[in-house]
Structures are given as C-alpha cells and as structure tokens.
C-alpha cells in the first residue's frame, strides 16, 4: 500500500537516513543534526524497526521528522505479519541472530503500527 503524499517545499539541502533499527536515541540526534546542518527535507529509507525495541516509538519520530519515507524490508515482514526479519544473510548464524533481534522488535509493535 502507498501511503498519501504530502506535497513539500522545493528541496534545498537533502538530508538522507535510514537503518534506525529502533534506537530512539540515534535517530533524535541525527535529526538534530541534519537540521542543524540546514538540511530542509527530510528523507527515511528504510529499516525504522530492527534490534532496539521501541519500534512505535522510532515510526512515530519517522512519521514526524521526515518528508519522504521508504519501506525496508523489516517494514515490509512486519506489514504483511512475517516473523522472520527476510535479511538473507549469507551465513545461517548472522540470518537466525538477524531474526531473533527482529521477534525482539515485533515486541514493541502495535498493531496500529503494522
């Protein structure tokens, strides 16, 4: 499903992020920074939820702070209700670890969020 666009203001300086993996607190101070680096649009490409937990949390700061926003492949497992991160790391031992840290992030998933 494609989200609503929001018109914005012709872009100037392009401040792009992404991999927030639920840390709340990485993820505030980029945005800080990127705005203090004068950046005036904000662009999220993917990967909000992740190892951290705090994933309601981390979405809301996305949906609040970004202009332009782009669906990782943890977004995507998580919208269509896959328990499994679908990383496809090479090595089984990294794609289990991978998964396992993602069934951590579903944990602070709501529903309203999926």
């Known amino acids: 499903m494609i989200a609503p666009v929001r018109r914005i203001a012709p872009v100037r300086h392009l401040a792009v992020m992404g991999g927030a993996y639920g840390n709340v607190s990485a993820l505030e101070a980029a ?3 990127a705005r203090t680096c004068g950046a005036d649009t904000l662009a999220f490409a993917g990967d909000a ?3 951290c937990g705090h994933s309601d949390e981390t979405l809301a700061l996305v949906r609040d702070h970004f202009d332009v926003l782009v669906a990782g492949n ?3 497992q998580a919208a269509v209700g896959e328990s499994t991160c679908g990383c496809g790391y090479d090595d089984a031992e990294d794609e289990r670890l991978g998964c396992r840290a993602f069934e951590h ?3 602070s998933l709501g529903e309203a969020n999926r």
């Open 31 to 33: 945005v800080r920074d």
């Open 49 to 51: 939820l992740g190892c």
């Open 74 to 76: 943890l977004e995507q």
């Open 105 to 107: 992030a579903l944990g």
